[in-house]
């Protein structure tokens, strides 16, 4: 079998490539944020069935999020952003009350700051208090001419408008992952649905695949020191199950299936919402074409990526090897003419 | 709902990829505001005034579905002109006897039937909580009435009901609840238009409604409002209950409450149920129309149920066992006897007062002045430790080497360890299976109570004391079976459908019942649920194999009928309103009832069927009296009798309040159950003075992550974890008056208690510009206490007891309290800091808020 041009970089079938033949249809997410209610029912059901343990009981003060981030302890994190922005579709809720700014940015900042700092411990990495407040104020004002005044919502005139946003973040499942491309024991490995799984009995912990993720999504276990991360509930879909997030979920926000079929009803549920006035409604993840292939986990948000505390523009880092090894190979090359040529050259 | 039942809100969710419109009504932006169309925050405890707004709107407009409202209400029925309204009494109804608080009810009657025995006695009707009963049937009330199906007679409940609501207009609306006027008019204008032939429009409410001294009459209003918009008995809707546990409502049908039995057949009163015959025909109510004139037989087969062959027509099925109340047993008067040291023992299963109930500290020092305490639970809850870490300990108020109490924890089977059935708020009946067996020395309630039984049987037996008679004569002899000797449920649910005594034949419906001894019922409304010997509750017909009602998922009680009073889908001729909106119609061809769900009339009884005069019973119901439960077959806009504060819902601020009443000279509801004990007290509100003492408002509720008082879940690490800390919600606004900061802590003081908690300062909570005053709002989670992986002060600990008069349901979503940053302090000191409050508010044990407000000058101090 010859290798896919694309087995670097650019779409790509996963399962065949990684040398399965007849690999059934290739399995994912498709995460409607437009529907989920930040129940959490996602990542209690995830830690039940894989049997994760806690993450720490400690208060963070990020709306109603106290999991923080995606971490060996926390395969599924729901985010929650409390926004001073309109919400298009909707009457702003604080219209006509006696308020003044808006806190939402300050809190998210304060918040930000009370992660565990160990980095990996299995805790939250603690945030960038402007970054947190950034996105909490919805995207930058960034010169461009609008419809509104900048600052419009932050001023005496009050916060009427509000929009709370939830949103259940997972391992992507990438096409090309590079937590897979990098790991040299073989313990990451694709399955036969195209889905990226960590084998707990091979994993050594050297830990190169973490800075690999571009997402940030697969972390060290303290006191173990595996790497852990979703594994699409691997054992369940190859008894024909459910994912146990999926499964749980009561408003079909987190929908798994077949990846061709739910880039069509993703497709159709955002034209579905820009009808009905929703019109910053897009998917994130969803493109074959993008910089890691498209994810077998993919979203549709209701803000800018970075807004949820997602990479706008992930790159998988094998991208760059041809082009390193080529370039690689012309110094080589280079250097050995250089040194050819000096030696003919003294010869002459 | 989003926050409190995700899972159901799953619907809401369907309903609205359908297309269909969602208003939230909230003090705080939550989880459920996120998703909605629209939310509107309001000031806790105002929705009457809400309500009303939209009463008004659409009597004002014309807007009720007419031809639904002349069928199918009391609209055109002409009330008595002794009727006095609050209008006319500065918040008073007439009848108020201010010596008890309650109301004669004589001058609320329909024209005519003001000595037909429809008034009832609203004292005893508060003290025993007898609107309870309500749940299955409606109040007595003769079936003949007068009507001017015009609408304009001064006196019929159409033209009483707009000159009630005729001052609930959008201004006052804003005045009273804080909604800006524009958005009031957005919700008013939504629902009604939702109205008519072609569309419906549902109301769901939740604990947020009921937990108030106006509760049952905040339901009464949502009530009013489907009623005159044509959204009961209909496709999509209704007015929806959600309830606070996976099985409440089965808890009411078969109670465990003190003054109901099985089928909310009225647990007997020493006094006006002396006998048998008195106990039944109060029930029955001789010459009413309806179902209910075969009570005496429901009555006759429950007592078969319970006294098996001892029970014979000769010596009145028994009846002379049954135990009588003798005034309020409710769980907040007897909290107060155990402080007074009446009570002895008490049993407490799954249930967490020490957190969960109003007044924890009462609560507390209530349970520590025991002989004996059983706590039967899935985890060492709060309400079994509170001897040894109650906050009482740390302020001496009680010592665990001299608390007296003596308490046996016992290990109970969670619901995946034993079978059995939930009955949910559609009044659906679901079996579950056993799917492990429980751990070590954990056992069922059914194990439990059986063998419990079982055991005080064998102690007494060949006693010769008449008063152990009752115990000795039960009909006490359930299979059982496995290591564990576990009953049968399916046993207990065959006995609860009913048997013919003499085959053991179960019986197909309460039709079926009989006075005379030859049927035994556990339950006559769940009768039915085992026809043919078949578990029905069992039944899993997928969806796709069934029209779309699901009739054969589950058992729905009664009858198995989905919707009730679904006649009203139909118009008076008994055909479907529209097309789209069809569900049960009269096939004229085949001469009866039919339609996706089980008709709730008479089968073959014609749409043009009239009762001859002075019929009774159900043969009195006529073709169009699609509110068959009802005495005179209508829904009721008015009430004439039934709810023991008022035949319409009328705006009371809450027991506590910085506000004073915007509509009347009345405060807060004449009639709301008060308990004047020491322990117990109430913040001052206007007129009184001293009310700025506790300028903020203060709610509580739940948050998804955790269930109820945290017994289920700050046990649990998964879900103890995601909210893993008591904290306190705050607008910035009020944060930046009372000096608090995100993350930081705050203490909440009230005449009762000091808790602290973490601030989330969060853009969620907003203050409210009311009668041109700033009220902030404040909300805290009411999960947490101190045991568990996760722990906080309980903010039920801030509440004192005051009650609706109805149900007898405390007021615990509103009350006044003071905020101020930093932690509360311990020990000794904490008490000193709630005595200087109640010193600057006047609050003594000896000073009782009034429950009548006195005119200006008359000294309401």
């Known amino acids: ?348 | 709902m989003a926050e409190a039942h995700p899972v159901g809100f799953q619907w809401v969710m369907e309903a609205k990829r359908r297309g269909a419109k969602v208003f939230h009504v909230d003090p705080r932006f939550t989880r459920t505001s996120a998703l909605a169309d629209t939310y509107l925050p309001i000031r806790a405890g105002t929705d009457i005034a809400l309500l009303g707004g939209v009463v008004r709107y659409i009597l004002e407009n014309e807007l009720d579905f007419r031809e639904y409202v002349l069928a199918y209400t009391n609209a055109a029925t002409i009330v008595s002109d002794q009727f006095v309204d609050t209008e006319d009494g500065d918040g008073i109804f007439s009848g108020f006897k201010p010596e008890t608080g309650t109301y004669d009810q004589t001058s609320w009657q329909y024209a005519g039937q003001e000595n037909g025995g429809g008034a009832e006695d609203t004292e005893e009707a508060r003290e025993t909580a007898a609107g309870l009963r309500h749940e299955s049937h409606g109040s007595p009330i003769p079936g003949v009435v007068r009507r001017d199906e015009t609408l304009q007679h001064p006196n019929c409940v159409y033209q009483i009901l707009k000159r009630h609501y005729a001052r609930y207009t959008p201004e006052m609306v804003e005045r009273v609840c804080g909604i800006p006027q524009e958005k009031f008019l957005e919700l008013a204008r939504a629902w009604t238009e939702n109205s008519g032939r072609e569309r419906t429009g549902v109301l769901i409410y939740s604990v947020g409604w009921t937990q108030h001294s106006v509760g049952v009459q905040y339901i009464r209003t949502g009530a009013i409002i489907q009623s005159l918009l044509g959204n009961i008995g209909r496709p999509g809707g209704g007015v929806l209950a959600l309830r606070g546990h996976a099985s409440i409502q089965g808890s009411t049908d078969i109670p465990t409450l003190f003054n109901l039995l099985p089928g909310y057949l009225p647990m007997p009163h020493h006094a006006t149920h002396p006998t048998f015959d008195a106990w039944a025909s109060s029930i029955r109510h001789p010459g009413q129309k309806g179902y209910w004139g075969h009570a005496r037989a429901y009555c006759a087969s429950l007592l078969k149920a319970y006294w098996g062959d001892k029970a014979t027509p000769e010596n009145d099925f028994c009846y002379g066992y049954m135990p009588r109340l003798t005034g309020d047993h409710g769980t907040y008067q007897q909290v107060l006897n155990m402080i007074d040291g009446k009570v002895k023992g008490y049993f407490l299963l799954g249930q967490n007062p020490a957190v969960g109930s109003a007044h924890g500290r009462a609560q507390r020092l209530g349970m520590a002045n025991l002989d004996w305490l059983v706590v039967r639970d899935l985890f060492m809850i709060e309400s079994a430790t509170f001897w040894k870490n109650a906050p009482e300990v740390a302020t001496g108020e009680i010592v665990p080497e001299q608390c007296r109490t003596e308490v046996f924890f016992l290990p109970a089977a969670s619901h995946v360890e034993k079978e059995g059935t939930f009955t949910q708020t559609q009044r659906l009946l679901q079996w579950r299976e056993k799917a492990v067996e429980p751990p070590g020395d954990c056992r069922s309630e059914l194990w439990f109570f059986y063998h419990l039984g079982r055991k005080l049987r064998e102690k007494l037996a060949g006693s010769d004391k008449p008063r152990d008679r009752a115990l000795l004569d039960l009909a006490w002899d359930y299979p059982t079976e496995g290591p564990l000797a576990e009953p049968s449920a399916e046993a207990v649910l065959r006995e609860i459908n009913g048997f013919e005594v003499a085959t053991g034949r179960p019986l197909g419906g309460f039709t079926e019942a009989r006075d005379d001894g030859s049927t035994a019922m556990g339950c006559w409304i769940y009768s039915g649920v085992y026809a043919d010997g078949v578990n029905q509750a069992a039944r899993r017909k997928p969806r796709h194999e069934q029209n779309w009602v699901a009739g054969e998922w589950g058992w729905a009680w009664p009858a198995n009928r989905r919707t009730l009073y679904n006649r009203a889908s139909a118009d008076r001729e008994g055909r479907p309103w529209s097309e789209r909106k069809k569900y049960v119609w009269w096939d004229e061809e085949k001469g009866e009832w039919t339609g996706y769900d089980v008709p709730d009339f008479e089968k073959t009884k014609p749409p043009s069927y009239r009762p001859a005069p002075g019929t009774s019973g159900p043969e009195g119901i006529a073709g169009d009296d699609a509110f068959v439960m009802q005495g005179d077959g209508k829904a009721w806009l008015y009430a004439p009798t039934g709810v023991v504060d008022g035949p319409m819902p009328t705006h009371y601020e809450p027991a506590e309040s910085p506000l004073r009443n915007p509509l009347y000279r009345q405060q807060a509801n004449p009639t709301r159950k008060v308990y004047p004990h020491p322990v117990n007290s109430v913040n001052p509100s206007p007129p009184e003075e001293h009310s700025q003492v506790f300028p903020y408002v203060f709610t509580v509720s739940r948050l998804t992550e955790h269930h109820t008082a945290g017994g289920m879940s700050r046990t649990v690490p998964p879900l103890a974890e995601l909210q893993p800390e008591m904290f306190v919600e705050v607008s910035p606004e009020l944060a930046a008056e009372a000096g608090l900061t995100h993350l930081g802590w705050a203490h909440l003081v009230s005449g009762r208690a000091v808790i602290e908690a973490k601030v989330l300062v969060t853009d969620r909570l907003t203050p409210l510009r009311v009668e041109d005053r700033i009220i902030h709002q404040v909300w805290l989670p009411y999960h947490f206490g101190f045991e568990g992986l996760v722990t906080g002060d309980s903010a039920n600990d801030l509440f004192g007891i005051t009650l609706d008069p109805n149900v007898l349901i405390q007021e615990s979503k509103v009350g006044t309290c003071d905020v101020r940053p930093g932690r509360r302090p311990t020990g000794a000191a904490l008490r000193e800091l709630v005595e200087d409050y109640r010193r600057r508010a006047g609050i003594t044990p000896e000073r009782h808020a009034p429950v009548v407000t006195p005119a200006d000058g008359e000294g309401a101090r």
């Open chain 1, 1 to 348: 079998m010859t290798p896919d041009p694309n087995s670097l970089y650019g779409p790509l079938d996963p399962a065949p490539e990684a040398g399965w033949s007849q690999a059934p249809p290739r399995m994912g997410f498709f995460t409607d944020t437009s529907v989920c209610i930040g129940c959490k029912a996602c990542e209690v059901a995830c830690k039940e069935w894989n049997d994760v343990p806690t993450s720490g009981l400690d208060l963070l003060g990020m709306s109603y999020d106290n999991t923080g981030a995606l971490t060996a302890n926390s395969w599924r994190h729901v985010a929650f952003v409390e926004q001073p922005r309109p919400a298009g579709h909707r009457t702003p809720p604080f219209a006509g009350n006696p308020t003044d700014g808006s806190v939402s940015p300050a809190s998210a900042a304060v918040a930000a700051g009370t992660g565990n700092p160990t980095g990996t411990d299995p805790g939250v990495p603690p945030g960038d208090p402007d970054a947190a407040a950034r996105m909490a104020a919805g995207p930058e004002f960034l010169g461009m001419p609008g419809s509104q005044p900048p600052g419009r919502t932050g001023t005496a005139d009050g916060r009427s408008d509000f929009r709370w946003l939830m949103m259940s973040d997972v391992c992507k499942h990438c096409t090309h992952a590079a937590c897979l491309d990098v790991c040299p024991t073989g313990a990451l490995f694709r399955t036969e649905f195209g889905t990226v799984v960590v084998q707990e009995d091979i994993c050594n912990g050297c830990g190169y695949c973490i800075p690999a993720c571009p997402y940030g999504v697969i972390d060290q276990r303290k006191g173990d020191g595996r790497a852990w991360k979703c594994t699409l509930c691997y054992d369940r879909i190859g008894a024909g199950k459910t994912p146990a997030c999926a499964q749980a979920c009561p408003t079909e926000s987190i929908q798994y299936g077949p990846l061709e079929e739910l880039r069509e009803r993703a497709a159709a549920r955002v034209a579905t919402l820009h009808e009905r006035g929703v019109p910053e409604a897009r998917l994130y993840g969803h493109d074959p074409d993008d910089g890691v292939g498209g994810d077998g986990a993919f979203f549709l948000l209701l803000d800018e990526p970075e807004v949820y505390g997602l990479p706008p523009d992930p790159v998988v880092t094998t991208r760059d090897l041809p082009k390193m090894w080529k370039r690689a190979g012309l110094a080589a090359l280079a250097m050995a003419a250089a040194a050819v040529a000096a030696f003919v050259g003294g010869s002459s």
